[in-house]
């Protein structure tokens, strides 16, 4: 299987830019991925749910524009994650990281900083300007030997699911960053969090580690704009000693990404039916079951 998505990496990365986009975002998006009955139904019925939820008419003519405008963006994040030279230098010169000023100011507390990305926008552009600026991450992922083709010896950033957690908080300890991926819940336990006046699975994980660490979480949302990317924040949040502190942590992430996602609905690459709660159940016992016999076993 690894071989395999190896093989694709790396016939991908030798393709011309223009047949590359043209086959992810024309034959993969628009004509298979976007077009599907069901998963173009999941998708309009999760933007719905966004618009109504900030008091916006979930009009056709306003979901097709959402369609229209997240199917690039959406390309265009797939493809910078084979790196390519020409996205690299995007990440070294068009992306402004606004929010430094508050990293530095977190980072001055000495316990670390704890980045909450939340599948929004070209995150995967941020964390290449982080990169290119020595910032060092420590980033869990499903599977780190996804990331074995990144340039640069990048991939020593990245770390599987299982131990990942203890080199989290050792990253922490020393001041470094830690990068959690927000939407998706990995974690042993599957508490629901309201998001956009629903429960859904979002992962607990930057409250856990804000809770055992003392790290501040800083969430941060990368807007494309006029051909360049913002990475912008409101703030730090903290995980407050108390029985609650890590639901108090999660909900008030929760609501940071309503309001970034609420109003740019076409920088949220979630298209399946996030608020399914028994989906979401099934299709983690699944990916569980599925790294247990081939996941990365070396936990290094």
């Known amino acids: 299987m690894i071989l395999l998505f190896r093989a694709c990496v790396a016939i991908a990365q030798r393709l011309p830019r223009r047949l590359l986009e043209f ?17 173009r139904g999941i998708i309009l019925a999760n933007y719905r749910r966004i618009l109504t939820h900030r008091g916006e008419p979930p009009s056709p003519e306003r979901l097709r524009s959402i369609m229209e405008e997240t199917r690039p963006l959406y390309s265009r994040l797939l493809i910078s994650m084979l790196c390519r030279p020409e996205d690299v230098a995007f990440a070294r010169e068009d992306v402004d990281l606004e929010f430094l000023p508050l ?22 552009h941020t964390l290449m300007a982080l990169f290119l600026r020595d ?15 990144l340039p640069f010896g990048w991939s020593r950033h990245f770390r599987s699911v299982g131990r990942s957690s203890w080199d989290c908080l050792d990253a922490l300890t020393r001041n470094k960053t830690v990068v959690s991926l927000t939407m998706v819940n990995f974690l042993s336990r599957r508490p629901a969090y309201a998001l956009f006046g629903a429960p859904a699975r979002l992962s607990y994980a ?24 913002r990475v912008v924040s409101d703030g730090l949040l903290r995980a407050e000693p108390g029985p609650d502190s890590i639901r108090r942590a999660t909900e008030a992430l929760a609501r940071v990404q309503e309001k970034y996602i609420g ?18 159940d099934l299709n983690y016992g699944f990916v569980k079951g599925i790294l247990r016999v081939f996941g990365d076993k070396t936990w290094s």
């Open 135 to 149: 910032v060092e991450c420590c980033i869990p992922i499903l599977d780190r030997r996804t990331v074995a083709h």
């Open 103 to 124: 990293f530095e100011k977190a980072r001055s507390e000495g316990n670390g900083v704890i980045l909450a990305i939340s599948n929004f926008g070209l995150f995967a």
């Open 23 to 39: 086959w992810v975002e024309t034959l993969f998006l628009r004509f298979g991925f976007f077009l599907h009955p069901l998963r």
């Open 263 to 280: 109003a740019h609905p076409e920088h949220w690459h979630v298209y399946e039916d996030f608020w399914n709660l028994r989906w979401m």
């Open 206 to 229: 930057p409250a856990k580690l804000a809770a055992q660490s003392g790290a501040p979480i800083l969430p941060v949302f990368s807007l494309c704009e006029r051909g360049r990317c």
